[in-house]
């Protein structure tokens, strides 16, 4: 086994800091998956021989959020669970494509993990050939969880009690990006070997940045602080935040939230008045807080604008949230702006 493998890593965590070996295994197993989904993206409209699109399209179902779900969506869901559901290490899965949660088959052992995903991140990139990605979450399963128990109260545990965050983005390398609570490792798929390589330890996000990532064709629906914040970034070295800002939005998650892991900057996806009941568009249990352990890892910051998102008690499993996620300065600017006018309004 090659020193520099996924393997040689978690092994080195097992001694160094006491990591389960049974967690090994279980991420191990996703990344498996993740390089089943990669190869899949990669073969785009020539999967399965070509017929009907390969991958590309639409399933022509809808998930239990209402959107309508892609062939890819679909087909990574059913890569992540079929990967995951015999090998022993968990006790039950989530993903944003199954209303309810999976409970492991009698006929196989149960473990004692939760794993969340979204098993295809960015579906609106997936016919243009920009980068997607999966993103995954592993929280451990109650003690006194039943063996026949498949019930969401099981997952709603705030983001802070995650062993494990991580995603893989499927871009011109595929990479693995993960964190056991010992900081952020990044790895490159070598697609001669079939290996994930530790290309990159101690990633760490500069707590300064001059690029934000949002999409400004809602600017009009958002709320005070968040019009100000970006008005002050617009207003650029003449404005009261004395720089120049730049603007980069991909619209898939995981591009943009690596893009500020490799260089710094801030993600948002804050709460508008298009559907004032539903806090956000992202989901918490397996979007924002695995993104969140990660950035936090890595020296950056997440909140929903009032409070750090990995504190956030769930009460739903789908449940939606606000995000401003990235470099640890920025993330406190626009968090203290929306302080500032909930202090002013009480
Ligand atoms: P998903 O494809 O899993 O539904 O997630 C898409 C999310 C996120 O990845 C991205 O940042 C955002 O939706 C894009 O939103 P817009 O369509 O508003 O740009
Ligand atoms: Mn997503
Ligand atoms: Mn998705």
């Given at each position: ?133 999966t993103i995954f979450s592993v929280l451990p399963a109650p003690a006194g969880m039943a063996d026949d ?71 009009r629906h958002w709320d005070a602080p968040m019009k100000r914040y970006i008005d002050e970034c617009l ?78 008690v769930p009460t739903r499993l789908h449940q939606r949230v606000s995000v401003m996620i990235g470099s ?19």
């Amino acid at each position: 086994m090659a020193r520099n493998s996924l393997t040689h890593y978690l092994i080195r965590c097992e001694r160094e800091h006491g990591i389960d070996p049974n967690l090994r295994l279980l991420i191990e197993t996703v990344a498996r998956a993740c390089k089943t989904i990669s190869h899949a993206v990669g073969k785009g409209a020539l999967w399965g021989g070509g017929a009907d699109g390969g991958v590309l399209g639409s399933a022509g179902s809808t998930n239990v959020q209402g959107e309508t779900q892609k062939k890819l969506d679909v087909i990574a869901n059913e890569i992540l669970v079929e990967a995951n559901e015999w090998g022993g290490h968990l006790a039950g899965m989530a993903s944003e494509e199954m209303d309810n949660p999976l409970g492991i088959p009698v006929a196989y052992p149960r473990g004692h993990y939760l794993l969340l995903f979204d098993p295809l991140d960015g579906s609106s990139n997936i016919e243009v050939n920009v980068s997607i990605g999966t993103i995954f979450s592993v929280l451990p399963a109650p003690a006194g969880m039943a063996d026949d128990d498949d019930e969401a109260q099981h997952f709603l545990q705030p983001g802070h009690r995650q062993v494990c965050a991580g995603y893989a983005v499927y871009g011109p390398q595929t990479m693995l990006v993960l964190t056991v609570g010992h900081g952020v490792v990044t790895f490159t798929l070598d697609r001669d070997t079939g290996s994930f390589v530790l290309t990159q330890e101690n990633n760490r996000v500069p707590p300064d940045t001059r690029e934000f990532a949002v999409n400004m064709s809602n600017a009009r629906h958002w709320d005070a602080p968040m019009k100000r914040y970006i008005d002050e970034c617009l207003a650029g070295k003449e404005g009261p935040r004395g720089k120049d800002f730049n603007m980069r939005w991909i619209a898939s998650m995981v591009s943009d939230v690596h893009r500020i892991m490799q260089r710094g900057g801030i993600f948002l996806y804050p709460w508008d008045k298009r559907e004032p009941d539903k806090p956000g568009k992202l989901r918490l249990m397996y979007e924002a807080n695995p993104m969140a352990m990660l950035i936090e890892q890595a020296g950056g910051a997440a909140t929903d604008g009032r409070q750090r998102i990995l504190d956030i008690v769930p009460t739903r499993l789908h449940q939606r949230v606000s995000v401003m996620i990235g470099s640890k300065n920025e993330v406190e600017y626009v968090t203290g702006l929306h302080a500032a006018t909930s202090r002013a309004a009480a």
